[in-house]
């Protein structure tokens, strides 16, 4: 059902929405869409929707009795299916034309823009975000249709006239679609991660075979559903849905997968990457998480740098690609800083996230709870003090959940583990340095280099983390988020080292040529065209 509520635009920056009219149409789309809760859904491959033969429960972590819905759980033969329906769609897909696949796509934007709360409530139930999280979710992903649209508008489909060396000659560089890619979606931004790589393979002229996360299939089938309302043809998306051990697997193998999106952690990224170009060439893009690091000086202003520390740890109780992990912060001003962010900390409503006053809601499922507890457990052992947090919720309706609370760790070794691993988890360990310099190096000594900020009132300090950090998206004294916050168009998504595979970022100007390969046309005489 579209929405008749004034817009008001939710990105990750926003702090908050106290429009009434807006929380009252969550709580109401929350209300609409239990109604399909327990439904199973079909794959989606070629022109058919193949419901299969088991399924699996997608269950929401905030209460494991509630099945959101039911998938099958798709084969081998499933994959190969889908990946000959992406093949045969793509010759009449790439030569429909950019201008007519921008139109397709630019009105599936409108749809998902007019049913954003739907899908924002079925993801708090699906996946735990909280209404603004989610809203901001579904928001970018029809933000991510439109901005790379206008890329490729802009570029004029990416054909560029270039110079002859006789009056007959006329060359040009064309950029043309590989062919069928291959999108592996992760559970965190259930929309926007598998619906800003299809669009981008899209845009450019591929078709694609999509396999999200067995934590959150709903999003992505909704996303795939109103593509093809929207007009894009039968074959030219494919979701198939399943276990990484048969489904992801066999699009790594498959050969007639021309190039694969990844988004996920670093052992299995760097396993796809290895194994995906083992033969020949293929191109690939990883997005492969990371451990971002704010550094806090003693020229900071510490209000801002609590809020926004605590706002990038804990949002999403820590699982995102560009949560804040760890903090240096010149030892001058730690413990000054640290009680800031404590008391911040302390503020955080936790519970079922589709209630208005919580804030932080549970983590996505049991393995996730248990690398919590483990870490908490790791900190008393080693010699850490917990500031705050350090237990999960259990009482009420936290019952059938997972549900940590927000976690603050001091007094560990800068050379500990959790200071290196990432968790996804609401840990966050601070530690104390002497020196911008110290920080820096410390913030740099990580397999990682994906998000990373810096609070400062010293413009020579501000210069020095600027040219020095190593970080794909980096912030400034941001009180929205230390390290998170990025949105198409306004910030490139990317990491370096280990945290990215391309050099070329999300939600940016160069994502969309990933997708394709240069073609040099030389054509002597008249025959040549405009």
Same mark, same amino acid.
């Given at each position: 059902?579209?929405?008749?509520?004034?817009?008001?635009?939710?990105?990750?920056?926003?702090?908050?929405?106290?429009?009434?009219?807006?929380?009252?149409?969550?709580?109401?789309?929350?209300?609409?869409?239990?109604?399909?809760?327990?439904?199973?859904?079909?794959?989606?491959?070629?022109?058919? =929707?193949?419901?299969?033969?088991?399924?699996?429960?997608?269950?929401?972590?905030?209460?494991?009795?509630?099945?959101?819905?039911?998938?099958?759980?798709?084969?081998?033969?499933?994959?190969?299916?889908?990946?000959?329906?992406?093949?045969?769609?793509? #010759?009449?897909?790439?030569?429909?034309?950019?201008?007519?696949?921008?139109?397709?796509?630019?009105?599936?934007?409108?749809?998902?823009?007019?049913?954003?709360? =739907?899908?924002?409530?079925?993801?708090?139930? =699906?996946?735990?975000?909280?209404?603004?999280?989610?809203?901001?979710?579904?928001?970018?992903?029809?933000?991510?249709?439109?901005?790379?649209?206008?890329?490729?508008?802009?570029?004029?489909?990416?054909?560029? #006239?270039?110079?002859?060396?006789?009056?007959?000659?006329?060359?040009?560089?064309?950029?043309?679609?590989?062919?069928?890619?291959?999108?592996?979606?992760?559970?965190?931004?259930?929309?926007?991660?598998?619906?800003?790589?299809?669009?981008?393979?899209?845009?450019?002229?591929?078709?694609?075979?999509?396999?999200?996360?067995?934590?959150?299939?709903?999003?992505?089938?909704?996303?795939?559903?109103?593509?093809?309302?929207?007009?894009?043809?039968?074959?030219?998306?494919?979701?198939?849905?399943?276990?990484?051990?048969?489904?992801?697997?066999?699009?790594?193998?498959?050969?007639?997968?021309?190039?694969?999106?990844?988004?996920?952690?670093?052992?299995?990224?760097?396993?796809?990457?290895?194994?995906?170009?083992?033969?020949?060439?293929?191109?690939?893009?990883?997005?492969?998480?990371?451990?971002? #690091?704010?550094?806090?000086?003693?020229?900071?202003?510490?209000?801002?740098?609590?809020?926004?520390?605590?706002?990038?740890?804990?949002?999403?109780?820590?699982?995102?690609?560009?949560?804040?992990?760890?903090?240096?912060?010149?030892?001058?001003?730690?413990?000054?800083?640290?009680?800031?962010?404590?008391?911040?900390?302390?503020?955080?409503?936790?519970?079922?996230?589709?209630?208005?006053?919580?804030?932080?809601?549970?983590?996505?499922?049991?393995?996730?709870?248990?690398?919590?507890?483990?870490?908490?457990?790791?900190?008393?052992?080693?010699?850490?003090?917990?500031?705050?947090?350090?237990?999960?919720?259990?009482?009420?309706?936290?019952?059938?959940?997972?549900?940590?609370?927000?976690?603050?760790?001091?007094?560990?070794?800068?050379?500990?583990?959790?200071?290196?691993?990432?968790?996804?988890?609401?840990?966050?360990?601070?530690?104390?340095?002497?020196?911008?310099?110290?920080?820096?190096?410390?913030?740099?000594?990580?397999?990682?280099?994906?998000?990373?900020?810096?609070?400062?009132?010293?413009?020579?300090?501000?210069?020095?983390?600027?040219?020095?950090?190593?970080?794909?998206?980096?912030?400034?004294?941001?009180?929205?988020?230390?390290?998170?916050?990025?949105?198409?168009?306004?910030?490139?998504?990317?990491?370096?080292?280990?945290?990215?595979?391309?050099?070329?970022?999300?939600?940016?100007?160069?994502?969309?040529?990933?997708?394709?390969?240069?073609?040099?046309?030389?054509?002597?005489?008249?025959?040549?065209?405009?």
């Amino acid at each position: 059902m579209a929405s008749t509520t004034p817009r008001m635009k939710i990105t990750y920056a926003t702090l908050s929405a106290d429009n009434e009219e807006l929380q009252s149409a969550f709580d109401a789309a929350v209300e609409r869409v239990r109604g399909d809760f327990g439904r199973a859904y079909p794959m989606i491959i070629g022109d058919e =929707e193949r419901a299969g033969g088991d399924l699996f429960d997608d269950r929401s972590p905030i209460d494991t009795q509630i099945v959101v819905s039911r998938f099958p759980v798709g084969t081998r033969q499933d994959v190969q299916d889908a990946v000959a329906a992406a093949r045969t769609a793509f #010759p009449a897909w790439r030569d429909l034309g950019w201008r007519r696949r921008l139109e397709i796509l630019r009105r599936a934007a409108d749809l998902i823009s007019e049913r954003q709360f =739907e899908y924002a409530a079925l993801m708090a139930v =699906e996946v735990g975000k909280n209404r603004l999280e989610a809203l901001g979710d579904v928001e970018e992903t029809a933000d991510l249709l439109r901005y790379y649209s206008d890329i490729m508008e802009r570029n004029e489909g990416f054909e560029q #006239p270039m110079g002859s060396l006789s009056p007959t000659e006329h060359t040009k560089s064309v950029l043309k679609p590989h062919g069928v890619w291959g999108i592996i979606s992760p559970f965190n931004f259930p929309m926007a991660l598998a619906g800003g790589p299809a669009a981008g393979a899209l845009i450019a002229g591929n078709t694609v075979v999509m396999k999200p996360s067995s934590d959150a299939p709903l999003l992505a089938y909704k996303f795939v559903e109103v593509l093809r309302e929207a007009g894009v043809p039968a074959g030219v998306v494919n979701l198939v849905t399943g276990p990484g051990e048969t489904v992801g697997a066999e699009l790594q193998e498959n050969p007639g997968v021309d190039g694969m999106v990844f988004t996920g952690s670093y052992e299995v990224g760097m396993r796809l990457y290895t194994h995906f170009t083992r033969d020949y060439p293929r191109p690939i893009i990883t997005e492969m998480g990371g451990k971002n #690091p704010a550094i806090v000086t003693a020229s900071a202003d510490l209000d801002v740098a609590a809020e926004g520390v605590m706002r990038s740890a804990f949002g999403y109780d820590g699982q995102k690609c560009s949560a804040n992990s760890r903090v240096y912060v010149d030892r001058r001003v730690a413990r000054a800083f640290v009680d800031r962010l404590v008391e911040r900390t302390k503020q955080i409503a936790v519970g079922d996230p589709t209630r208005r006053e919580n804030w932080m809601g549970p983590v996505i499922n049991e393995r996730a709870l248990r690398k919590f507890t483990d870490a908490v457990e790791e900190v008393k052992r080693d010699g850490g003090s917990i500031e705050v947090g350090g237990n999960v919720l259990r009482d009420g309706d936290a019952e059938r959940g997972f549900f940590p609370m927000p976690t603050v760790v001091t007094g560990l070794s800068l050379d500990h583990r959790l200071f290196s691993d990432e968790l996804f988890v609401p840990l966050l360990v601070v530690g104390e340095v002497d020196s911008l310099d110290e920080a820096l190096a410390r913030a740099n000594a990580s397999a990682y280099g994906l998000t990373a900020g810096i609070f400062s009132g010293d413009q020579a300090e501000i210069d020095r983390f600027l040219d020095t950090i190593q970080a794909g998206v980096v912030y400034v004294n941001r009180r929205a988020g230390a390290t998170t916050g990025a949105w198409p168009g306004i910030q490139s998504f990317g990491g370096w080292k280990g945290s990215g595979s391309s050099g070329k970022s999300g939600l940016g100007p160069y994502y969309v040529q990933q997708f394709m390969r240069e073609q040099s046309q030389t054509v002597i005489g008249d025959g040549a065209s405009g």
